[in-house]
Structure formats: C-alpha cells, structure tokens
C-alpha cells in the first residue's frame, strides 16, 4: 500500500512540475516546492505524534467461574494534537494450557488527538484455563500513508491483561462415594455422630461463601471482625485426587470439569484432600491441600498456568509414586484408554476403576 | 463478526460510539466546500470579479452540507435526490436569466480581462438580459458552484476520488494560473488544504459510508481482511473533521514557509520552458474571440467565404479580424461586392466552382472613359481567390504585398436590371452556359416561387424574390446543420425557412433558374455603406491618383475601408444579355447581433425552445416582469412535463416488473413456477410486516415460516403440512411436481395472500 502511495504522490509530484515547466510561475514554484517537502514534514510530524501513544487494556473480570464471554478493553490514548486515522493494534489471546493455539488479531481503528479512541471486543472461552490477551505491536501509516511507524514490545503496565477461566462443575458425574471413602470410616462414624473429624489449621478474616458454622465467634468479637476456622481434614493426608494435564485440548478440558466436580462434592462432603498434578515448568509433583472453597480455586489458579504433559506419559500418576507419598485412598484421574465410548463414559468408569486402583497404589 | 480459532473466539463488540453518520456527513462536506469554495476564489478573485463573498461563502457552504446530507441513510440518499432533482430543474428554470445573466457577465468580465493582458482587437461579448450583476453574479455562482458540488459530493462520497476532484475544480485556478493572475494565498490553500485532506482519506480507507456505491457498502461500523484476522474500521467523521483541520494548519504553515523562502531565493527557472505555454496561446485567443465553440469550427472558415459549401455550419463564427482592406477614392455610398467566388453547378450540398471567363463588361471598358482605382488588399481572407470589385480589370503586374489594384466603373446596377426583360432560354444559351438554367425540381422551389408570385423584368424578380424572403423567412447566423441525406435548399425552403446569406443566394440562384433567368451563387465580401463611413483618411494620398478620365472636382477623399470577416456574403448573379452578369441582393436584413453564440446558447435554447433569436430582441425593461412570468410559466411546465415521465417511468417499471414475475411463474417446470410463486408471497409478506414493524422476516426457514402461518391461522395443520411437502419436492429434489399437486399448491398459495387482504381491510375500518 505504500508503494501505491508513493507511485500516485510521484504522479501528482510530476504533475505538479509539469505545471512548473509550463506556467513557470512563482505560484506553481511554491506548489512544487510544498509537494516536495510534504512527505518529509509529515513524517517528522506523525512520527512525533505516534510517539506518544500508549496503550491500556483491561477485562471485565479477572476470575470466571464459567466459560463465560469475556469483554476486553483497550484504549489508545494520544496525548498529540495528531489525529491519526489508521492506528494496527496487533494483540494475541492464548490460552496458557495451549501456548501454541492462540488468536493473532489486528485492529484498525482510528486515534482522536487528544483523546484517543476506545474498543472492545469479547472473548468467548470454549475451554477452562488461564487466558491472557498481550499487544504484539502497535504500527501506523502517516497520513499520505508513505510511512510506517512501529512499536513492538508494548510491555508498559496495562498494556496486557488475563483472566481465569475455571473448570465446569458436572452434574451428570456420579462416583460411588463409598469406593473413595474406603479406609475412611472412623471419619464417617464421627460424621454420623455429628462431631467433625477435622482440626483447625488456621484462621483467616470471613470471606463471603464460608459457611457460618465455621466462623470463630469467640475471636471475631475480640477482634471486631468476622474470623474463619479453616479445617483440615484428618483424613486429607489419605486422599489424594491425581489429575493427568494432558495435552488433548477436549480431553484435558472435560478431565478439569471432572475434577473440579470431584472436589466440589468432596468439600460438600466436608472432606479434606490433596491435589496433586504434574507441573511441567517446575518439574516436581505439585500437591495441595484442601480444605475449603477457598484453597480450592487457589489451587485450580495456579493450576491454569500450566503446560500440559505429553498425552500418554501418566505424569501425575508416575510422579506420585516416585514422591512415595502416604495415602489411604487415590483418585486418578486420567483421560482413559477405550474405544467405542465417549468421554463421559470413560471417565465415569475410570473413576470407578481409579479409585479401585488407589488400594494398590497405597 | 465471530473469529473462531482453536478454542478461543473473539467477537467484536461494537463499544464504537463514534461512527456517526451526521459526523461523516459534515467531514464530506467539509472536503466539497474547500476544493469547490477554493476553485471559485482562486478565479473571481484571479479576474476580479465583483461578487459579495460572504453571501457566497454561506450559500455554498449550505448547499454542501444539504447536498452531503444525502448520503445519511438509504432513505435520504433515495429520496433525497429524486426531491433534489425536481428543486433543481425548478430553480434552474425559473431563475434562468438570472443564471444566464450572471454567467454571462463573469464571462464578459472575464473576456474583458483577457483582452486587456493580450490587446485583442475583438474579444466575445454576451448579452446579459439581466443587467443588476450584483444579482446575476451571486445566483450564477450559487448554480455552478451548486452544480459542481453536486458532482463532487457524489465523486467524494462513493469514491473519495482525488482524481475525479481534480479532474472537476482544477480548470478555474489553472485558467488563472495560466493568464498569470494574482490568486489569494487564502483560495489556494483552501483547495490545496481540499485535495490533500482527500488524499489523505482515499489512502487510508476509511472513508466508506453507510450508502456508499458497490461493493464497499458499509453496513457495519467494521469490515474484515486477511482471512478474518484484521478488523478495520470504515469511516469517523470525527477523524476526518479534525484530519481536515490538521492539514489545513500544515498546509498553512508549510505554505507560509515557502511563499516566503522561495521568491526570496529567486529560483530562476529556464526561459525556454515557457514556449508550451506560448503554443496554446493562440488556442485561448481562438476560445476568447470565437467562443469554446470556436475550436470545432465546421469549415475552416467559417466567418469567411466557405468555398461554396453549404449546410454544414450550425451557427457562424466570427473572429471579427480584418480580411480585406480597400483603399480608394469613394464617389457614392453604395456597398461594394468583392466576387471571389462563383458557384455554377448546384451539387445539393455545395457549388461548383465556375472561373471568371465570360466577361461581358470586359466591352465596357473600351467604351468608359471614367474609371476608377480601387486597391484590394488581401490582411486575413482565404489566399486562394481574387476579390474582385464589380465591374473592374486588373492591372497588369499590379500584385505585391498582397494588394492587387483594380481600375472599376461604378454602375448602378438596379437601373439595369429595372429595364432587363427576360427571354427565352434558348437565346440565354447564346450567351451562357447550360449550367446556369440547370435546377433539380423540388417542389418546394417551385412553391416558392408560386407564393413569391415571379412575373416581370429581371429586377422586379429579383424584388419579389427579395421581399418573399423578407416575409416570409428569417436570417439567422445559428441556422442549423442540414441534415446529411437532405437538400440544401430543399431543406431550407421547405422546412427550416431560416438561414443565413448561403441559403438566399442559393435558394434564390435555384428560383431564378426555374423560372428561365441565367444565375449563378457568388461569394464574396461586401464593404457596406457603415464601413465605407468608418473608413479611414489616407492623408498624404492624392484623389486624383484614383481616378481616370475626366471626373469633376468633388468633395471627397481617398479612405482605407477595413473589411471584417463579419462582411463576407453570398449573392446571386442574374445574366443581362445587353450588359452581362448582374448581382442581386436578396438576402433580408437581419436584427440579429453579431455571432457570439455559445454552447450556453445552446442549452438555452433547449430550455427555450426555438424562439432564442427572437427572445434576444426583447428589451431589457420589458423583461423584468414578462419574462421572468414566462419563466414561471415554463418552470412549472417543465416540472410537470418531469413529473408526468416519471409517474410513467415508475408505473412503466412496475408493469416490467410485474410482467417478469408473471413470467417467472409460467416457465415450463411446474417445481420452477411454484419455487417462484412461493418466493414471491414470502417477500411480499415480509415487505408488508416490515412496515408494521413485524416479525415475519425473522423467520428464515422454511419450517419457520409454516409454523408462522398456522399459528396466524393462515393455514390449518393439514394444509400446511401439504404445501410444505409440496415446496420440499420442487425445491431441493429433481423430481418434478404433477400437475395436480401444482394445482393443489396453487390453490394453498392463493391462501396465503388472502388472510392479509382481510386483515388489511378489518384494518382499515
């Protein structure tokens, strides 16, 4: 596009001496004149002007319960008196499971003087995982479109952005509750009985969701604030949730729901656990505790940043049996090996057969 | 728009408030009212002419932003222009004279100019029928510069086409820039600030508004390139209002700069480049003396002699230069006739021409003793005649510098041919040649000479000829291209009976022949008694030297008379057999001013009619009220006339329209018609509901649209069912519906048209 700028300026360029060659006047010796230096002030100019734009970005929410869309906003600020008609904001959208499946997009908008100019745009999420939206680069014609200016590594505060995209809770997973709970029955006696098989680790300020029954009243009217117990289970150290990161987009998605649903009914249940994965960037098998709702989307945050292991390595599985890690129950779960079954299928039998397969491994 | 990729998909929310098309609007005219208001000042200014800017300043600016407005939506763009075209066509026709005035009087101003820069003896002037140009003046301008921005607003808007701009407002300043003229920096960085506020938008591309033209047409704030992954914005008046003011301040400063830096370094461009310039002159001199028709003049020259060719002059071109110059001693005031050339044979569309060798009064000349000596001297007319004086002999070896000296006997030749009989053609041919008795019968000669009532001497013919003429015909210099396959005179005689002194002298050499007089086509120039007054003294010449023989002392003296190309005529030569060959005038006077017809002429007379040279005789006085009533009265004529054609054109329209639908339901696949009609009853049920706001154009499928009906209660379950089998099987398979089920189909069609009729009238009462 430049060069057709520049093809149709030399045109008028040469229009205009011929204007020279033929009145030769003062009049078209300025026209000539402007026409020559033109280009060269507007690139002084917008080159100025362009160098004064910055760029924020920001979303509507930074965690999401659900793969709900999300709005992202940039604004471009320009701080010159140079409106600027074509401002390319180059941005990227990935997924940190997926780093190499992204969306590359280029925007052209125009750029007030003094303003600046505003968009947005959604993004819808099809899988969990932690999504973060970056500015590649910033370019811009000048006005006669004979220039490109360019700025690449926007990484100023508030250029980029992120937001967590959480597993979906099924409803339609129903594991046998009795097969993980094996080894477990002093807990559910005392449950019965109405007494927690739990003791508290650790005490924190009310956040909305806890349940009442867990607020420290004694302390909350020493310190003039509401104050949670955080209860561990007794019986955490003996049941651990193993999840496979894998790297089939579909598989891994639907494994994520699962577990989360798992760990929903188990903190349902009150029942304390561990969860443990394979991290890949760290190298080591990631356990965490968990107690509460709390804990829980702690884990599942830092379990979104993440790459995924490669399909078939049983990572998570092998890690903890080199930890050598105690447990009275393991919950494996894995994207499962069968054909002529669909997913929901697989994983609802693999549940089963995990849990049976958690007594070996203990 | 929805990008979806690998998990993820970006939709773009169209958080974009600006895209205002009142805004977009503006930017446009914005960009029509500099290049247009630019163009106009850089020329008024250039020639000064008087005109009251401010008012011209806010009407124009008006214009163009009622004009931009056009393009807000559809339905102004629709309705907008067919309105715009009937104000149009009103205004123009009732302010006629005011525009024609007004524009004749930039133009006269303008000519006034030229010949003030070029000393030209004789530039165009038009009548300016309004002569308050304070009025004429603005009103014109208002028009072309309406006019211009008409056609830029539509360039601009559809295309942002600098090209087209240029090509539209360049010619103004260029005509001033080439005249030399001092133009305001201010009207020169108006346009400059113009054509690189649309450069700069046709570069960047955001320039498509919502009805722009083609495939472009931006119904979304956004478009979508390279395979989905670039989003560009189409337009932001915004942008383009404030791009407009930063270019009009570099343009400003950067114009400031260099109107200072460069005459100051006194950048001497070679002299040499200037004889482009100098090669066009002559052209611009031709335009401002001959008028812009004056480059496709018919013959070369057509305010000379012609050479005898005949029709294909649509209106006389005068450069108003001198041809000839006499000099020579007058003795009378009658007009001298300069022969150059003799026609003989009539060819329908030209003459023949006819050497001088039948000199009958070469015998005066042994008998006269008297003489005179007249000298021709050839300034400007055609090099390949002899303009010879009547009766007169060269004087041997008397030719250089293009003055030839002839010694004349002046005769009056009405008392000859008051006392010439007319004889028989047999004793004609005893003198002359057959050719001058030759005619091709056209019953139009002959009607003519019925109605003209010939009878008498050769000079009571030659009057009756003469005085037909006078009454029954008008001179006219804009008389028409004959047509290619018509007779000259036949043409004139029997259908236009208006021409110019080419279709006399023709019409009446014809005449005189059928009736058995010896004539012959002449052309020539004649020194008329006003150039003859007008003549100038050659004071160191002696009267004597131009005489010969004995003439009495009298009251007179030696003059250069100076004959214009306005002078150059035809006539008839009738054959006295006593005396010889005699020239007649029978071409009537004419009232009509000199030829400055132009092609504004031309378009007048198309709003006119036939009756221009007529109207030109109108006093100014009287025109005030009567004319400008007759205007109106026209006005309103020719905006019924446009009326009427368009009512006919829309109605002519939907009867295709309707003609063609009929069609595509009787073609010979039944499945075919029945897709057809089916197509046809959904559009016009969406037509409808869409005016009342209604849903049924959200229905897209078929299935849709059936549940639709039932649950209208258009069709019962049953009948829905059935149509819908039906349209399955014509639309998406090969088989071919039986006449029964076309029927059938038919019949459940004819269904849906009719709950809506009912509705419409329960509606309506």
């Known amino acids: 596009m430049g060069i057709i700028s520049l093809i149709l300026y030399s045109i008028i360029l040469a229009i205009s001496f011929g204007m020279l060659v033929f009145f030769h006047t003062t009049t078209s010796q300025i026209l000539f004149a402007f026409l020559l230096c033109l280009p060269v002030i507007e690139c002084i100019v917008y080159r100025w002007g362009f160098q004064r734009i910055q760029i924020e970005s920001q979303t509507t929410g930074s965690l999401l319960d659900e793969k709900l869309p999300v709005t992202v906003t940039m604004k471009l600020k320009n701080a010159s008196l140079i409106p600027m008609p074509e401002v390319?904001?180059?941005?990227?959208?990935?997924?940190?499971?997926?780093?190499?499946?992204?969306?590359?997009?280029?925007?052209?908008?125009?750029?007030?003087?003094?303003?600046?100019?505003?968009?947005?745009?959604?993004?819808?999420?099809?899988?969990?995982?932690?999504?973060?939206?970056?500015?590649?680069?910033?370019?811009?014609?000048?006005?006669?479109?004979?220039?490109?200016?360019?700025?690449?590594?926007?990484?100023?505060?508030?250029?980029?952005?992120?937001?967590?995209?959480?597993?979906?809770?099924?409803?339609?997973?129903?594991?046998?509750?009795?097969?993980?709970?094996?080894?477990?029955?002093?807990?559910?006696?005392?449950?019965?009985?109405?007494?927690?098989?739990?003791?508290?680790?650790?005490?924190?300020?009310?956040?909305?969701?806890?349940?009442?029954?867990?607020?420290?009243?004694?302390?909350?009217?020493?310190?003039?604030?509401?104050?949670?117990?955080?209860?561990?289970?007794?019986?955490?150290?003996?049941?651990?949730?193993?999840?496979?990161?894998?790297?089939?987009?579909?598989?891994?998605?639907h494994m994520l729901d699962v577990t989360k649903t798992v760990c929903m009914d188990l903190l349902d249940d009150k029942l304390a656990y561990t969860l443990c994965y394979w991290s890949r960037q760290r190298g080591e098998l990631v356990a965490k505790a968990i107690a509460n709702e709390g804990s829980r989307q702690q884990a599942f945050h830092e379990m979104m940043y993440e790459k995924p292991n490669p399909v078939g390595t049983n990572a998570g599985r092998e890690g903890f049996a080199y930890a050598g890690m105690l447990a009275s129950t393991v919950v494996w779960i894995h994207p499962a090996e069968g054909d002529g079954c669909s997913q929901d299928e697989i994983l609802y039998r693999d549940a089963s057969v995990i849990v049976s397969m958690s007594e070996v491994v203990s | 728009m929805k990008t979806d990729k690998k998990g993820i998909a970006t939709v773009s929310d169209h958080n974009y408030k600006q895209r205002s098309a009142l805004w977009d609007c503006l930017a446009k005219a914005l960009m029509v009212f500099l290049v247009v208001y630019g163009s106009f000042g850089c020329f008024l200014s250039g020639f000064g002419i008087p005109y009251p800017k401010l008012l011209f300043f806010v009407g124009l600016l008006g214009i163009d932003i009622i004009l931009s407005l056009l393009f807000y939506n559809k339905l102004t763009k629709n309705i907008g222009y067919i309105v715009l075209f009937f104000v149009v066509a009103f205004l123009t026709t009732l302010l006629f004279l005011y525009i024609n005035s007004g524009f004749y009087a930039i133009v006269n101003i303008v000519y006034e100019k030229l010949q003030a820069i070029w000393q030209l003896k004789g530039v165009m002037q038009y009548t300016e029928r309004i002569e308050n140009r304070q009025v004429t003046i603005i009103i014109a301008l208002l028009a072309t510069g309406g006019g211009m921005s008409l056609l830029l607003n539509s360039i601009i808007s559809n295309y942002m086409s600098l090209f087209g701009t240029i090509v539209i407002t360049i010619w103004l300043p260029l005509f001033t820039l080439y005249m030399d003229l001092q133009m305001p920096p201010l009207y020169i960085g108006l346009l400059l600030t113009g054509y690189v506020l649309i450069f700069m938008a046709k570069r960047s591309g955001h320039y498509i508004t919502k009805v722009s033209r083609g495939k472009k047409m931006a119904e979304e704030p956004f478009c979508y390139r390279k395979k989905n992954t670039q989003i560009r914005y189409q337009q932001h008046g915004m942008v383009l209002l404030q791009t407009g003011v930063y270019s009009a301040a570099l343009v400003g400063i950067l114009g400031i700069l260099l109107g200072v830096l460069v005459p100051a370094?006194?950048?001497?461009?070679?002299?040499?480049?200037?004889?482009?310039?100098?090669?066009?002159?002559?052209?611009?001199?031709?335009?401002?003396?001959?008028?812009?028709?004056?480059?496709?003049?018919?013959?070369?020259?057509?305010?000379?002699?012609?050479?005898?060719?005949?029709?294909?002059?649509?209106?006389?071109?005068?450069?108003?230069?001198?041809?000839?110059?006499?000099?020579?001693?007058?003795?009378?005031?009658?007009?001298?006739?300069?022969?150059?050339?003799?026609?003989?044979?009539?060819?329908?569309?030209?003459?023949?021409?006819?050497?001088?060798?039948?000199?009958?009064?070469?015998?005066?000349?042994?008998?006269?003793?008297?003489?005179?000596?007249?000298?021709?001297?050839?300034?400007?007319?055609?090099?390949?005649?002899?303009?010879?004086?009547?009766?007169?002999?060269?004087?041997?070896?008397?030719?250089?510098?293009?003055?030839?000296?002839?010694?004349?006997?002046?005769?009056?030749?009405?008392?000859?041919?008051?006392?010439?009989?007319?004889?028989?053609?047999?004793?004609?041919?005893?003198?002359?040649?057959?050719?001058?008795?030759?005619?091709?019968?056209?019953?139009?000669?002959?009607?003519?000479?019925?109605?003209?009532?010939?009878?008498?001497?050769?000079?009571?013919?030659?009057?009756?000829?003469?005085?037909?003429?006078?009454?029954?015909?008008?001179?006219?210099?804009?008389?028409?291209?004959?047509?290619?396959?018509?007779?000259?005179?036949?043409?004139?005689?029997?259908?236009?009976?208006?021409?110019?002194?080419?279709?006399?002298?023709?019409?009446?050499?014809?005449?005189?022949?059928?009736?058995?007089?010896?004539?012959?086509?002449?052309?020539?120039?004649?020194?008329?008694?006003?150039?003859?007054?007008?003549?100038?003294?050659?004071?160191?010449?002696?009267?004597?030297?131009?005489?010969?023989?004995?003439?009495?002392?009298?009251?007179?003296?030696?003059?250069?008379?100076?004959?214009?190309?306005?002078?150059?005529?035809?006539?008839?030569?009738?054959?006295?057999?006593?005396?010889?060959?005699?020239?007649?005038?029978?071409?009537?006077?004419?009232?009509?001013?000199?030829?400055?017809?132009?092609?504004?002429?031309?378009?007048?007379?198309?709003?006119?009619?036939?009756?221009?040279?007529?109207?030109?005789?109108?006093?100014?006085?009287?025109?005030?009220?009567?004319?400008?009533?007759?205007?109106?009265?026209?006005?309103?004529?020719?905006?019924?006339?446009?009326?009427?054609?368009?009512?006919?054109?829309?109605?002519?329209?939907q009867f295709v329209r309707i003609g063609k639908r009929e069609r595509s339901f009787h073609t010979a696949s039944r499945s075919r018609n029945l897709e057809n009609r089916y197509e046809y009853l959904c559009e016009r049920r969406r037509r409808r509901r869409r005016k009342k706001q209604g849903e049924f154009g959200n229905y897209v499928t078929q299935s849709e649209q059936f549940r639709y009906y039932v649950e209208e209660e258009i069709l019962s379950d049953e009948e829905a069912r059935s149509l819908m089998e039906l349209l399955q099987i014509a639309c998406y398979s090969d088989e071919e519906i039986s006449t029964e089920q076309y029927k059938t189909a038919r019949r459940l069609c004819k269904k849906l048209r009719r709950p809506q009729r009912k509705r419409s009238k329960q509606q309506s009462r």
């Open chain 1, 88 to 253: 390319i904001v180059s941005y990227e959208v990935t997924n940190h499971f997926y780093p190499e499946e992204r969306i590359v997009q280029q925007i052209a908008i125009p750029v007030l003087a003094r303003t600046g100019q505003e968009f947005s745009f959604r993004v819808e999420p099809e899988y969990c995982g932690c999504y973060e939206m970056k500015v590649l680069a910033i370019q811009s014609w000048d006005h006669l479109h004979l220039w490109k200016f360019k700025k690449y590594h926007i990484d100023v505060a508030g250029a980029n952005c992120e937001f967590v995209v959480e597993p979906k809770r099924l409803h339609s997973i129903a594991i046998d509750g009795e097969a993980y709970t094996t080894g477990m029955e002093d807990a559910e006696e005392s449950q019965n009985k109405g007494s927690d098989f739990s003791e508290v680790h650790h005490i924190r300020e009310y956040q909305p969701g806890d349940s009442l029954k867990d607020i420290h009243w004694k302390l909350s009217a020493k310190k003039q604030m509401l104050m949670v117990k955080e209860h561990v289970s007794m019986s955490s150290s003996q049941l651990i949730l193993i999840v496979e990161l894998e790297q089939n987009q579909e598989v891994l998605d």
């Open chain 2, 265 to 653: 370094m006194h950048i001497q461009t070679p002299e040499s480049w200037n004889r482009y310039k100098e090669i066009t002159d002559e052209y611009v001199k031709d335009i401002a003396t001959l008028g812009i028709m004056g480059l496709w003049n018919g013959y070369e020259s057509t305010g000379g002699i012609s050479g005898g060719k005949l029709g294909g002059v649509s209106s006389v071109r005068a450069d108003y230069e001198t041809d000839i110059k006499l000099t020579y001693a007058p003795t009378n005031v009658r007009p001298i006739y300069l022969r150059a050339f003799v026609g003989g044979k009539y060819c329908g569309d030209h003459w023949e021409e006819e050497f001088l060798n039948d000199e009958k009064p070469n015998e005066l000349f042994e008998s006269q003793n008297k003489m005179q000596r007249i000298l021709v001297t050839n300034v400007g007319a055609n090099m390949g005649y002899w303009y010879q004086p009547y009766y007169s002999i060269m004087e041997p070896l008397s030719v250089y510098d293009n003055t030839t000296q002839y010694y004349y006997i002046p005769i009056d030749t009405e008392l000859l041919l008051s006392n010439a009989k007319v004889y028989s053609k047999e004793e004609y041919l005893a003198y002359v040649d057959a050719v001058y008795l030759e005619s091709p019968v056209f019953p139009s000669i002959d009607q003519a000479r019925e109605e003209a009532g010939l009878e008498g001497t050769v000079g009571e013919i030659a009057t009756q000829i003469a005085n037909y003429f006078e009454t029954e015909f008008a001179y006219t210099l804009r008389p028409g291209v004959t047509p290619g396959r018509r007779d000259f005179v036949d043409y004139f005689l029997g259908k236009t009976r208006k021409g110019l002194c080419a279709h006399f002298a023709s019409a009446a050499t014809l005449m005189l022949r059928r009736q058995g007089i010896p004539a012959r086509y002449v052309e020539g120039y004649v020194a008329t008694y006003q150039e003859i007054e007008n003549g100038e003294i050659v004071e160191d010449a002696d009267v004597a030297d131009y005489r010969i023989g004995p003439w009495e002392q009298e009251e007179t003296q030696v003059i250069t008379v100076e004959i214009a190309d306005t002078n150059a005529h035809a006539w008839v030569e009738v054959f006295v057999p006593e005396f010889g060959w005699v020239p007649i005038e029978v071409t009537p006077s004419s009232d009509e001013e000199p030829p400055n017809a132009d092609i504004w002429d031309l378009f007048a007379s198309m709003m006119n009619g036939e009756n221009l040279a007529g109207e030109k005789q109108m006093e100014v006085q009287e025109l005030d009220q009567e004319a400008l009533t007759t205007q109106m009265e026209k006005g309103l004529r020719l905006l019924c006339i446009l009326l009427a054609i368009f009512v006919a054109g829309k109605v002519f329209l």
